[in-house]
């Protein structure tokens, strides 16, 4: 059934490091679109450096990085800004701008990417904070709302372009059991009605199970790719010590 997809991401035989460190070594997957797509593992396998990477914000030592087609890892210039349009990003924190309100942070990308009146950036990005949730917040100052709505803003913003793919940072970070569980909602609820593919860094077992059609983990003793499939069969049908106990919670 995967096959029949359209892969909108292809990572192919992607090395990654800093200075002397390699933290890994020729990985390769693909993410289909529509995909709840999850990059999961332990502690400092390299899972926000790989996201970091995917979004262009650091070049690999070697491989590629198609986005639809298209290598981010070699486009500079026009090319590389029609790349960066096709994908929106929330980070770990939320990294809204304090003294912004919300709706003009949800603009931003507006006013970066288009030349668009600003009437109409105003209205675009009140569409986005009302299908996240937030009508009626939209002059409010990120430090007067709570942890979970300054992550669902952030989200906001990553679709104020119309995106196809949006990339997330451990979206769960901070947040009590139940805001976590209502974000697990509205991001498999956007990914069902807008068709868009979602590429989310966690390790938050209750998460990975509730909202990911398809993982891959990471190992940093391999250096690699240790495991990739969904995650309820990887718990029930995996081999690998440390995936079992990764998705069974053993010691």
Same mark, same amino acid.
């Given at each position: ?16 490091? #800093? ?13 289909? /679109? ?23 914000? #650091? ?31 929330? #980070? ?32 675009? +990005? ?12 939209? #002059? ?12 669902? +803003? ?5 679709? +104020? ?8 940072? /451990? ?34 077992? +209750? ?42 919670? /053993?010691?």
């Amino acid at each position: 059934m995967t096959a029949k997809r359209k892969p909108v991401i292809q990572v192919d035989q992607l090395t990654l490091g #800093y200075g002397d460190v390699t933290i890994l070594e020729n990985i390769a997957f693909n993410i289909y /679109e529509g995909d709840v797509f999850v990059i999961l593992g332990g502690s400092g396998c390299g899972k926000s450096t790989l996201l970091k990477h995917m979004i262009g914000l #650091y070049q690999p030592r070697a491989g590629q990085i198609l986005i639809n087609g298209k290598d981010i890892t070699l486009a500079t210039g026009d090319n590389r800004n029609e790349i960066l349009k096709q994908f929106g990003v929330m #980070y770990q924190t939320g990294a809204l701008f304090g003294s912004m309100t919300l709706i003009e942070n949800v603009r931003l990308p507006l006013e970066e990417f288009t030349t668009l009146p600003k009437h109409a950036m105003d209205l675009i +990005a009140r569409m986005k904070l009302k299908l996240v949730g937030l009508n009626g917040f939209e #002059y409010h100052m990120p430090s007067e709302i709570s942890g979970g709505m300054q992550k669902r +803003a952030a989200i906001a913003r990553a679709m +104020a372009l119309d995106p196809k793919i949006i990339f997330l940072d /451990e979206p769960s970070a901070g947040l009590d059991p139940i805001t976590s569980a209502e974000l697990d909602q509205l991001i498999c609820k956007l990914s069902k009605n807008l068709t868009i593919t979602f590429v989310i860094v966690t390790h938050e077992l +209750a998460s990975i199970f509730s909202i990911a059609k398809r993982v891959i983990m990471l190992d940093k003793r391999k250096k690699g790719i240790i495991a990739e499939g969904n995650p309820h069969d990887l718990k029930k049908n995996s081999t690998h010590q440390w995936v079992k106990q990764f998705f069974n919670r /053993e010691i």
